[in-house]
């Protein structure tokens, strides 16, 4: 559980920085940058659905 | 070697599992609520709101959809989706549409994260199977507007197999790539795995055995969890043949496990499926008993699936399957499609029990059944044809086989003998039940 627990936090991470990297990518208008980012927030979807669901209902 | 894909998910209790799915269901009501004007107007025109589903029993009380929905959607804005769309058209970055088997075809928009989840879906299926980095994976399919294999082309290299795209080939070319690179896998639909395997012993001389072949996975028809026609496949390809379930406008929501359970597991990390009387519409909990399945993507979010009414005909298993995965295991699989049912001289029939049953003669090779209209009599008519090295009496057979229809249907058939090659072949879903009566 704990380990769940700490790859939940690490999700939660890697979600905010891609926002992040988005919301810089929107501002300087670097499409590269946008569209890269936007597929790593759906695979951190992916990871979400994998532990950090789950984890809601476990805890 | 690991055996699940998500052992969080996969062996989670019951329970908790319950506990998920209402989570996400209420999240997926939510979302499509505020995004998509057919889900809402459907919502509020039956005086629901979101906030109303308080427990699991309350799910219930949200309005079903059905495929002619959704082709009325489809004819208004945005083009070509419709307004059930709940993601503006520029977040869509995959087409791909039904097979229009049942009518017009509805077109499906996904986000690249429902392709992601797509792909994610058919990662549990290939692993569960046995689909490891090691597998050298053969895809045998046209990669057109159809969504086939195509999850399960990326589910397979995202788990780490080789994957070799086998699309404009030919049967035997595909074939004699599969023994060029000695090919672990593939998957194709029951109709396809079969002629693939009469195609490489009638014109290659290859027996399909000898090409090592470890696993199949079979998708798109039933067969795979008939047992005759599984047998079959496994006997002319000396390997496990594994049946999968999903749908365009579901997504991947069932599979076999390695263990063969004679049923299919529902994802129900990632769907919520029910069963309920085709009848009174009541909620079938216990066994055994067949019913409707009515299935909700939990986390689908382009052109969400909440509450479709399938048609499928399913029945829960009285068994846990000996994998221990707690994900709840359909007996038989997909047994049929309650709009596929059809009265033949006043009986209830359905085209797979036709199919059951014609897959124990290993003497037959191809067939298909035609229902026209002599007068006022229906009239029932199995076309077949023998396999080529089939040298015995084939009286004896056909006599056989009219009994056992019989027993099975309670028709009698008529049985013609038709000339190899004359009937036709598939690739992808095989209609091998023709009903001609309306059109007379």
């Known amino acids: 559980m704990d380990r769940l627990k700490a790859m939940d936090e690490n999700i939660k ?5 891609a926002e992040k990297l988005l919301q810089l990518a929107d501002q300087e208008d670097l499409e590269a940058v946008r569209r890269n980012a936007k597929r790593i927030l759906a695979s951190v979807r992916m990871l979400e659905l994998e532990v950090s669901d789950p984890l809601e209902v476990l805890d | 070697m690991r055996e699940y894909w998500n052992p969080v998910l996969e062996t989670m209790s019951g329970e908790r599992l319950r506990q998920l799915q209402f989570k996400k269901f209420k999240r997926v009501l939510q979302w499509a609520y505020e995004h998509s004007p057919f889900y809402r ?19 219930r009380k949200v309005p079903k959809v059905d495929k002619a929905m959704l082709r009325e959607s489809q004819l208004k804005e945005p083009f070509p989706y419709g307004d059930i769309l709940a993601v503006p058209t520029e977040e869509i970055v995959v087409f791909r549409q039904t097979s229009g088997t049942t009518g017009l075809p509805v077109y499906q928009g996904d986000t690249w994260q429902d392709w992601e989840w797509w792909t994610e879906c058919w990662c549990y299926v290939l692993w569960a199977q046995g689909y490891r980095p090691t597998d050298r994976v053969f895809f045998p399919f046209g990669y057109n507007v159809f969504v086939a294999f195509w999850a399960a082309h990326y589910a397979a290299e995202k788990i780490g197999c080789e994957v070799v795209p086998g699309g404009v080939l030919d049967t035997e070319a595909r074939i004699l790539k599969m023994k060029e690179l000695k090919c672990t896998a593939f998957l194709a639909t029951p109709t396809y795995v079969l002629g693939m395997a009469t195609t490489a012993r009638e014109k290659l001389g290859i027996d399909p055995k000898e090409l090592g072949i470890k696993r199949i996975t079979c998708a798109g028809e039933p067969g795979a969890s008939i047992p005759s026609t599984k047998q079959r496949m496994q006997e002319a390809w000396g390997c496990p043949v594994y ?16 263990r063969q359970p004679g049923g299919l597991h529902v994802n129900e990390g990632f769907f919520l499926l029910e069963i309920e009387d085709p009848e009174t519409g009541e909620p079938i909990e216990e066994p055994g008993r067949v019913g409707k399945m009515v299935i909700t993507a939990l986390d689908r979010i382009g052109k969400p699936c909440i509450r479709f009414d399938s048609k499928d005909l399913v029945k829960w298993a009285d068994y846990n399957c000996e994998c221990g995965r707690t994900f709840r295991v359909l007996e038989g699989g997909v047994l049929g499609r309650a709009d596929d ?25 191809e067939f298909e059944t035609v229902v026209t209209k002599r007068g006022d009599v229906d009239e029932i008519t199995l076309r077949l044809e023998f396999k080529p090295d089939f040298s015995g009496d084939q009286n004896q057979v056909l006599e056989r086989l009219r009994r056992e229809l019989r027993v099975k249907t309670n028709l009698n058939f008529k049985i013609e003998v038709c000339p190899r090659g004359t009937l036709p072949r598939y690739e992808v879903k095989a209609r091998r039940f023709k009903d001609l009566r309306e059109k007379e």
């Open chain 2, 41 to 59: 107007n459907l919502y509020r025109e039956a005086g629901l709101e979101p906030g109303d589903i308080k427990s699991f029993d309350d799910i």
């Open chain 2, 341 to 365: 049912i059809t009265k033949v001289k006043g009986v209830l029939l359905s085209p797979s029990a036709i199919e059951e049953v014609v897959r124990l003669f290993p003497q037959i090779d």
């Open chain 1, 13 to 17: 991470n890697l979600r905010r920085e």
């Open chain 2, 243 to 258: 049946d999968h379930a999903g749908a365009t406008e579901i997504g991947a929501w069932g599979f076999e496990c390695a």
